[in-house]
């Protein structure tokens, strides 16, 4: 079992930045991917990024290319998204997932290849 804890969502005005976290329970040896995936108010979650544990190979969504940027800490078990010249179109529910199969590395995008979720934290972009 992994259990996910996000923090570092709030208010922020367009144009603005924000960093947000999320830490993992378990070692990461068991991790192959973690992902940030967002849903805006009445749509459908989305994919915003993943990062592939081993090696660090990085996919955004078309949206945030040039804007967000996902990293990782191995030894604090942690990964983080920086999102800079932020729009009113980012708010959202900000999720951050986990996966621990072979499927996260053939379809990174996609959140059934994820089988950890965290509860989410709250991005409002004023404009």
């Known amino acids: 079992q992994v259990q996910l804890d996000e923090s570092g969502g709030g208010l922020v005005q367009a144009g603005g930045s924000l960093r947000i976290s999320c830490a993992a329970s378990?070692?990461?040896?068991?991790?192959?991917?973690m992902g940030w995936f967002r849903q805006p108010p009445g749509k459908d979650r989305e994919h915003v990024a993943t990062?592939?544990?081993?090696?660090?190979?990085?996919y955004y969504a078309d949206s945030v290319k040039g804007r967000f940027t996902i990293s990782r800490d191995n030894a604090e078990n942690t990964m983080y998204l920086q999102m800079n010249s932020l729009k009113p179109e980012d708010t959202a529910v900000y999720f951050c997932?986990?996966?621990?199969?072979?499927?996260?590395?053939?379809?990174?995008?996609?959140?059934?290849?994820?089988?950890?979720w965290g509860r989410g934290t709250q991005v409002t972009v004023s404009s």
């Open positions: 378990r070692r990461t040896s068991s991790i192959n991917g």
């Open positions: 990062i592939i544990w081993s090696g660090g190979t990085t």
């Open positions: 997932a986990v996966g621990t199969g072979r499927t996260v590395l053939l379809t990174p995008d996609r959140a059934n290849a994820y089988n950890y």
